[in-house]
């Protein structure tokens, strides 16, 4: 013990460490011999070199038992040397137990006999292997760990090859011990105690996580079956399905209808009706007619040709594609009628004229005409009314384009363009000329001065075909139209119920014209007329309706109330050139 702590703790020092070791006077730090390990050759005796007076003494001590009850290896103890190379230990340095110090000199041929260090020479042997620790300058070992001079390990596998390192030579001293060769370790290297010294162990290849690899396989898996999946539901989507689709259709068929079916009635009137083009006046329209007979005669609404009146540019296309120019023959406002007539066409399909009388309320009917500007349209639907009283026109202001029509209602879908076709029974047979509609917004269409929303609300008009026939025979063989006139001025500001003779005419004459129908009959100013021919009659304007419905020189019965009694009054109705 030497400063009060066991010297098994201490490690190999530098050289001012190692002076301070104690010699063998001190009998406290003897050097064993090294022992060879299995598997290992001997270390070569080192070469002859000079050795000064002082011999180099050597004693055997007595084999001590281990720890295992095996003999321990003899302790050498170094006294002094000469000045030599570098000591360099032996590949693999044997475990040196702790000897007893030596109680006498041996012999030199004991020295001889016994095994001793191994001082090697700078040339011809390979470099010694170094210690496992570097040197710890407060004498630490580490925990857990081999002491500086305890047995290696037995060698399991070959050593791997560590370069020569090159060490300074020692400068000559007294009492130098064999300090073994120290590398400096790398820093934050693992020890292996089974490694070679010096070496440093090989990292461990990196482990490829399995469940990394799995989740990666099963994104890109996913993500190739969305994209497919996707695809083929696009197609499926657009296509219907993998496969071809046929669905089930019925074989064809007989094409022919009833001919008093719409489509049988269709079938027979359209190549009778035509649309018009008309342009004058800075404006154009459309609108429809229908033919009368094969010389090319076209009956239609006046309104609809009227801006046709000083140009004459009127255009006609059949229901066939084809078309032609139509010139106008006569119109008449007061009717709302007019006539044209196509030239150098052949072919013609005339359609055949009905009975308005025999038309009743909810007979079916149909209509066929131009909508805004779709030609061939066709509609269908009942008579809803009969002799409706209405009045249409008057843009002009003076009254002049007024016209007065007892017309049939029908809900048969009527639109702008619709105006001056024909309006058909079960029969195909025309029985009206479409002419106004009651639009949503208060307003007329067509005839009636315009609407504020145009459109079929399901109240149509049509002028009957027995008074459309009169007008256009009148209008084809003369180019005028007559009206049915009694021959008195009517107030048209009267409120009550009937229509009221008035005290003066516009021109301030007499409000009963002398000679006329109304004079002959005993009519007087101030007398209400509240029916002709047994209907009731509200104002003026349907009292004007209905004579308008009878041809000149028809008789009428004529209801009047005169100072509060009610007389009966027959005349003969007279006419009047129309405009």
Excluded: C
């Excluded at 001012?16 to 390990?37: K, N």
């Excluded at 004693?59 to 000591?87: F, I, W």
Aim: proline content about 12%.
């Amino acid at each position: 013990m030497n400063n009060g702590k066991p010297n098994w703790w201490s490690r190999p020092s530098s050289t001012p460490e190692a002076a301070r070791i104690p010699d063998e006077a001190d009998g406290d730090f003897p050097l064993p011999a090294p022992q060879s390990t299995p598997n290992q050759e001997p270390p070569a005796p080192a070469a002859p070199e000079a050795v000064e007076s002082e011999p180099l003494a050597a004693e055997p001590a007595a084999a001590e038992a281990g720890p295992a009850g095996e003999p321990q290896a003899p302790a050498v103890n170094m006294t002094k040397s000469a000045p030599a190379p570098a000591t360099v230990p032996a590949p693999e340095p044997a475990a040196v137990p702790q000897a007893e110090p030596a109680t006498a000199p041996a012999s030199a041929a004991a020295l001889q006999a016994e095994p001793a260090p191994v001082l090697v020479g700078a040339e011809g042997h390979a470099p010694a292997r170094q210690p496992l620790h570097a040197p710890d300058e407060y004498r630490t070992p580490p925990y857990g760990e081999p002491g500086p001079w305890a047995p290696a390990p037995p060698v399991q596998r070959p050593a791997a090859s560590v370069p020569p390192q090159a060490h300074p030579h020692p400068h000559p001293q007294t009492h130098v011990q064999p300090q073994p060769q120290v590398v400096a370790a790398a820093p934050w290297v693992q020890y292996d105690p089974w490694g070679a010294p010096g070496a440093a162990p090989a990292p461990a290849p990196a482990k490829k996580s399995r469940k990394g690899l799995a989740l990666a396989g099963a994104l890109v898996f996913a993500l190739v079956t969305g994209v497919i999946g996707g695809g083929i539901g696009a197609y499926v989507e657009r296509n219907g399905g993998l496969t071809t689709v046929e669905l089930p259709q019925a074989e064809a068929g007989d094409t022919g209808r009833a001919p008093d079916s719409v489509a049988g009635i269709a079938a027979s009137a359209l190549p009778g009706v035509v649309t018009l083009h008309v342009r004058g006046n800075g404006s154009s329209g459309t609108g429809t007619g229908f033919v009368l007979d094969d010389k090319g005669h076209i009956l239609t609404n006046n309104h609809v040709v009227d801006g046709a009146a000083s140009s004459g540019d009127i255009s006609v296309t059949f229901s066939s594609g084809e078309t032609a120019r139509a010139k106008l023959i006569g119109k008449d406002t007061g009717y709302d009628l007019a006539v044209v007539q196509v030239t150098g066409v052949s072919g013609l399909k005339a359609l055949p004229l009905g009975n308005s009388d025999n038309v009743r309320v909810g007979d079916p009917v149909v209509a066929i005409g131009a909508p805004f500007d779709l030609s061939n349209t066709v509609t269908s639907g009942i008579i809803s009314a009969k002799e409706r009283p209405i009045t249409a026109g008057g843009e002009k202001g003076d009254g002049s384009d007024i016209s007065y029509v007892d017309a049939l209602q029908t809900d048969a879908p009527i639109n702008p363009g619709n105006s001056g076709g024909p309006l058909l029974d079960s029969k195909a047979r025309v029985v009206g000329i479409n002419s106004a509609i009651r639009a949503a917004g208060g307003g007329s269409g067509d005839g009636e001065g315009g609407a504020s929303q145009p459109g079929s609300i399901g109240l149509g008009f049509a002028i009957p075909i027995n008074q459309g026939k009169r007008v256009a025979e009148e209008l084809i063989n003369t180019g005028k139209a007559t009206h049915p006139v009694i021959g008195v001025s009517l107030d048209m500001q009267f409120n009550g119920d009937g229509a009221r003779v008035g005290e003066k005419g516009k021109d301030g004459s007499a409000s009963v014209t002398a000679g006329g129908p109304a004079a002959k009959a005993g009519l007087r100013p101030g007398d209400v007329i509240t029916r002709v021919d047994g209907q009731r009659v509200h104002n003026g304007e349907e009292l004007i309706v209905k004579i308008r419905a009878h041809r000149p020189g028809d008789k009428l019965e004529l209801t009047l109330s005169r100072d509060g009694k009610e007389l009966t009054k027959t005349l003969t109705l007279g006419s009047s050139q129309g405009t």
